[in-house]
């Protein structure tokens, strides 16, 4: 009798851990909801759930598992010409396979032509869709015509139409569907049940994803809906010079909702970004010793520097507020402290929204971090990779604002993404470029703004760059560590520097390496260019008048510059760009030259040593961007040492556009 209670006890706490842990089921509207969940994101992830990503990117780039070196590591062909596919199948190319339930987020192309591509779901002959590429992003089909999923930003196609599968997915495309491909998605622990994806929705699906449409066309501090027992908090802090003073403290397990502090911050943009700077956010979950967040206060925000206006789905910056919608949960305590390292005292309205919630063991704690330069990696054949975030634990990754300080011009962006997840020797997210990570291509410097990808300030390349981007969906989970990584070419001497606030949820036993940043280290870092500067190859004198800088070319086709590169001047008539010229020994020597011609582009004139050795050179061109055929400037004597050539802008053509750009791809000196 004993032992048949025991056998009964035995199979009751069975059933009870069965159900407990039993796999749970997810309808295409529950998959939809996902997308603008902020709730989620901030629960611990099962074991077995995974985000990866199938891209263009480079395969020269490996790991030797003998040696542990990594090979290429800086290779850059993620689209031209190469074996950029899983492999080929006939005449097309399969771009991701995979097995298991799960979802695709996101699909993002650079260029989206006529060819198609093709999805296979749970091995069905039939494809769930087949269109040509540019179809899955112009808004004219059906489900993916929603614009605030399916939407084109700074030339960049991206898709965040949910397709959902059981027990596979593939993706085929046509050799001509276009040029960089991203598809990240999600596999769940395997005995998920997941209602696979069809382009035919059913009345309750079409609602759900018009719901979350309207919803992100909404973005804001008032994104997320009040619920039945949400606490308003309604602060006015005085926070003296040089005080750190405590803006908020509660007991009890709840989580945060809504943080938000009006914008009184000065107009003036040198004094705005020096006060956002001065001013630190700083807070600690549950009484721990070391802070969770610990940001400058506008960084926080996802923007630097300054306050940049956007209006993205978990923070942004209006003409009213500063905000986040970050769902930020704790057992026992929180603490919000803001500290003043400027010289003047700062009265701060602000509004916390926070409530009650349960089985506080699911959940992260939210972390976010600002830091430059922290934790790169050591091996020498990684010089390429800037550390986004370290940390060990469980959690998720969650999103980015990454500034750029690039006063020398040039782009900056062609590095990939690379994420390890769990101590993973080659990374399972590897991108196709910086700007393909944001959701733009092809280096466009134009501002934009979307509740998942912001690029709040952008000056022409040269200056200062801000771009933000939010895992939601497609957050990345991990069990026991996360090591994201993004490309650095330009190195901080040149200079090019870059400052990042990393997002991420972990486990109250986790480590976050991440510690506070004094006022000396994020103010002032700014490194300024010094003349005479070498701009793609040629050594120029002094400042001109207009902006000057290495222009990256790559993404005009009519002919090949340069190392894709070339020196772009604008300037007026009259003004002239100094550059010196230095040989061994005194001498005839010819002087070849190559030019870029342009709708907006001046005639020019050449000098030596300001002496006349040109005619002038028209370099308008009427419908497009050209370089030209080698241009022989004629023999010349030059001294032995440094030596002058100048460009002057004489004029423009009648039907150019006055503009009065220069652009020199090159200038040679031959014996």
Known sequence: MRNSLVLVFVFVICLICTNVFAAKEFTYVDIINMVT???????????????????????????DEKTGKYI??????????????????????????????????????????????????????????????????NCTQEPFNRPQLVHVVGRGNNNYTPISFQKSCKIVADQDYGQYYQFTYSLFPKDTKVQTFKRQLSQEESAALDKINQQLANTGPNFIAAVENEKTDEIDIKIAAGEKKTVFEIDGTRAITSFIIKNVFPKDIEEQRQIVRELAIQITWDGQKEPAVWAPLGDFFGT?????????????????YLYSNWFMPFEKSAKIEIINDSKNEITLPIQIKH???????????????????????????????????????????????????????????????????????????????????????????????????????????????????????????????????????????????????????????GKDMYKPAAASERIGWYKELKYPLDIDGMLVLEKPNGPIEAQHMGSFKANKWKDDHQLWWIGAPGEKIRIGINVKNQGEYKILTRHTKAPDYAIIQWYLNSRKISEPIDTYNKDNVVATNEIDLGSHHLNAGQNELSVEIVGANPDAIKRYMVGIDYIKVKK
């Open 37 to 63: 969940d902020l709730e989620r994101i901030s629960v611990l992830p099962e074991i077995g759930e995974i985000t990866q990503q199938w891209s263009s990117y480079d395969r020269d780039s490996k790991y």
């Open 72 to 137: 290429n590591w800086e290779a850059n062909g993620d689209g031209y010409g190469k074996k950029n596919w899983i492999r080929k199948e006939g005449n097309r190319f399969v771009l991701g396979e995979t097995t298991g339930p799960g979802c695709i987020w996101r699909f993002w192309t650079a260029t989206a032509f006529k060819g198609k591509i093709t999805i296979y779901l749970d091995g069905n002959e039939e494809p769930a869709v087949d269109l040509p590429c540019d179809e899955y992003f």
């Open 304 to 320: 630097a520097p300054g306050l940049n206006k956007h209006n993205s789905i978990c923070n942004g910056v209006t003409e009213e």
């Open 355 to 509: 409530r009650a919630i349960s089985e506080i063991g699911k959940y992260g704690r939210f972390h976010a971090k600002w830091h430059r330069d922290m934790f790169l990696p050591t091996e020498p054949e990684r010089w390429i990779d800037w550390t986004i975030l370290k940390t060990t634990g469980t959690g998720r990754f969650v999103g980015v604002a990454l500034e750029i300080w690039n006063p020398r011009g040039g782009w900056w962006g062609e590095g990939d993404e690379k994420f390890f997840v769990d101590g993973e020797k080659f990374p399972s997210t590897f991108g196709t470029g910086s700007e393909d990570y944001f959701g733009y291509a092809w280096c466009d410097p134009t501002i934009f703004h979307h509740p998942f990808h912001n690029q709040p300030i952008s000056e022409e390349h040269k200056g200062h760059i801000s771009n933000n981007r939010w895992h939601i969906s497609d957050n990345i989970p991990f069990q026991k560590s996360f090591d994201g990584y993004i490309e650095k070419y330009f190195s901080n001497d040149r200079p090019t520097q870059y400052s990042c606030v990393a997002y991420w949820y972990l486990s109250p036993d």
